[in-house]
Every structure is written in C-alpha cells, then in structure tokens.
C-alpha cells in the first residue's frame, strides 16, 4: 500500500503549487486535455473494450453496461465538458463576504481549493474526465479510485489527462490514479486523512455506507438515487406518462433515474392499465402493491423494493390516497436525491416542493434532468444528498472552501 500512500503525498505537494496558478493557466490546462482526449480516442475505446469485454463475461446487466461504455459521442461529451469548465468563471480568490470591524480592522471572506480531493467511484469512466476537470479548475489536486468493471478506461482517461496538463504546465502529482482495484486499497486510502482533504464517493449505497462509515477523512455523501415520481389526482395523463417513461427509461442505469412511480388512487382506474402496458412495451418489469396488482399482470412488490435502488429496467409502484401519504412515503424510502410530482394543481406543487426532504424536486417534469451540466455547472464531480457544505450537483463552488483575510493597521486586542 505503500505506492497509494506515496501518490497521496505528491498530490499534497501538487495541491500547494496548482493552488498558486492563474485562471488562464488553468484554462489552458483544461483545454489541452479536452484536445488530448479526442486525439486520443481511438486508445481509450480500445481500453474501454476490454472493460467491456470482461464486464459481459460477469454477465454484468445492459443497464450496467450501457454506465460503462464509451463511443466516441461520449468521449467528444467529455471533451466538451472539459472545455465548458474553462470557460466558467473561477471562483478560487472570489470575494464572498465581509466588511470592516468596530475596531478598524477589515475582514474578507474569500474561496480557496479544498486542497486535495479524493473519489472511490464505480463503473463510469465519464467520472474520471468530470472529476479532474472540475478539479483542476478549481484548484484541487484530485486522488481517483475507480472501481474495476473500468480499469483499463479509468487509467487511459488519467494517463492521457496527465500527459497533456504536465505539458500544459500542470504541477506533477495533482491528478493520481490508483491501479489498485482492491477493496482493501480503497480502505487504506480512506485513511490518508494526512494528505487527503475530502472523500467523495460515488457508486452504489453499499460503497457509500462503506467510505462514510470506514473513512477517517471527511466524507461529502452521494446519495444512490431511489428516486420516485407520484402522478397526482389532477396529473395530465399524457405528460405523467411521458415523464414517468422519460424518468425509467431513457437510461436506468443512472441515478437520476426513478426507482418508484405513486399514483394517486383517483386517477388509478384510468392511468394504470395505461402507464403498465406503455413501461411493459419498454420491457420494465413492475413490482406493485396490491391495489397495482388489480390493473395487470404485476409480480408483488415486496418492503425491500421499496428501498432498492434497481440500476435496471425494475420499478416499485404503489396507488396512494393523497399526496400527503405520497410524500410520507417518498420521505421514508427516498435518498434524498431527486423527486417528482405531476400535477395540475397550484397548492399541491407548493405542498409537495416544501414538504419533500430531497436535493432537487421537480414539478411537471422528469428527474432525469439533475445533472451538473444541465444545471449550468459544466461538469459535476457528484450529486450530494446531505446538507452540510454541498447538495445536489457539486460544481465548481461545491469544490471550495473559503478563509478569512483580516487585514489592520494596528489594532490590538
């Protein structure tokens, strides 16, 4: 372990002189690894086949499959993504508070990098360009842990990254990734609180509780993403189903996809049959409780479901009697992540928008929209569904922290 110790120390070292770079400097590194990623596109999908390759052989899922492919729509995806960073503005010496003192003194509260930041991550190696683009933007060195259904793409990608900011005047050691796959390697480096300044976990709720339980450093918590849609009573039947196909369909294998779909019980008799033939012709099997079950062909629906984020074309469904019991519900199961509503009426939006504990709610629209990029960030680092300094898609401000500068002429106390 002595290796993953020794890339967490150069990354230390690296967090000190990348903190020091000018917003172009760092602009011009972003661009030149947005250009090499693209040159370099042939390499990384020939990488991302072999991951490809032994992840069919595990008999890994389409869902999980489709997380860890790549073509070359997605590598030009994060490319672009690297090339949006540069051109945000940087928040790093951003002036975010303060005033002058009784005594004289004048006080500035201003962002500075976290300092290094550390990711164990799960299956898709987009994360990898997201992680150090956002990153290096603002100044962190970034310590990458990917998981091993993308081995080969996660160290091309940083390889690649690497070679074109060292060229491009990136300080040596702020982008590590470690080779090591191992669950013990991940535990060590959840220990490294000397050297690494935040955690982010990203990936599935067992590797999350693992990193939040076992981590000495601070953790900011991604949330799985059991995320629901209730149809209300006043719901537009053809933007509910629109949105609840969008929300499990469109890609399931992400976290933004919905797990759950509640229907209020006054427009069940006419939604239902509709909504299960259309996720049937979608090929999602439907676990319902037993006034679903009235409507069709629909396997029971057990507690555990509930509380199962699937990754896969599976949903929980369940007919409420209010929209009260909708979000006691959604409050119970959900990990605080994304949630929707589709209705027609003003007071129940505004109920639904105030009562449910999540990081982003949604009124007449699909979940799947909870993306940094979407959000205007660039590029997302995670999506946090705790409250403490970050929640919801962690951008470029998620990736600071802030000091005061107090500055006298003399004053004493």
């Not at 150069?10 to 947005?34: F, M, P, V």
């Not at 990081?359 to 590029?379: I, P, Q």
Request: glycine share 8%; proline share 3%.
């Amino acid at each position: 372990m002595e290796h993953i110790r020794k890339l967490a120390e150069l990354a230390k070292k690296a967090s000190g002189a990348l903190s020091e770079l000018s917003s172009d400097k760092k602009n011009e590194i972003l661009l030149s690894i947005a250009d090499a990623l693209e040159e370099n596109r042939e390499s990384i999908l020939r990488q991302n086949a072999v991951d490809m390759e032994e992840a069919k052989s595990r008999h890994m899922t389409a869902a999980l499959l489709d997380r860890l492919m790549l073509n070359e729509k997605r590598i030009h995806a994060m490319a672009a993504g690297m090339r949006k960073l540069a051109a945000l503005d940087d928040p790093i010496g951003k002036v975010i508070g303060g005033g002058t003192a009784a005594c004289g003194i004048k006080i500035i509260k201003k962002r500075v990098p976290l300092g290094v930041v550390g990711l164990i991550y799960e299956a898709r190696p987009n994360v990898t360009a997201d992680a150090i683009g956002v990153c290096l933007k603002t100044g962190n060195a970034v310590v990458l842990k990917g998981g091993s259904e993308a081995v080969h793409s996660n160290r091309e990608i940083a390889r690649i990254s690497v070679r074109a900011g060292e060229k491009a005047g990136l300080p040596a050691g702020a982008i590590a990734m470690i080779g090591d796959t191992t669950r013990e390697a991940g535990t060590y480096m959840m220990q490294l609180r000397e050297y690494i300044d935040v955690l982010i976990p990203r990936g599935r709720e067992g590797l999350i509780q693992a990193v939040v339980k076992n981590s000495t450093i601070p953790v900011i918590e991604t949330g799985a993403g059991n995320c629901h849609v209730f149809v209300d009573a006043s719901a537009d039947p053809d933007m509910a189903a629109a949105i609840v196909i969008n929300a499990k369909t469109s890609r399931p294998s992400v976290c933004n996809a919905i797990e759950n779909l509640l229907v209020h019980k006054d427009i069940a008799p006419t939604f239902m049959p509709r909504i299960l033939a259309e996720l049937k012709q979608h090929g999602v099997e439907v676990r319902g409780c037993e006034r679903t079950r009235a409507y069709g062909d629909v396997t029971p629906v057990t507690e555990e479901d509930f509380y199962t984020e699937f990754l896969d074309y599976i949903i929980a469904v369940k007919i409420v009697d209010s929209v009260e019991e909708a979000v006691r519900h959604i409050n119970k199961y959900g990990t605080k992540h994304s949630e929707a509503i589709v209705t027609s009426s003003f007071s129940n939006a505004a109920y639904f928008e105030r009562a449910v504990d999540a990081a982003a709610v949604y009124v007449n629209a699909s979940t799947r929209f909870t993306d940094g990029e979407v959000f205007g960030l660039g590029a997302e680092i995670g999506i946090s569904t705790q409250k403490l300094h970050a929640r919801g898609p962690m951008g470029l401000e998620e990736m600071t922290s802030y000091k005061y500068i107090v500055e006298g002429n003399g004053q004493i106390r």
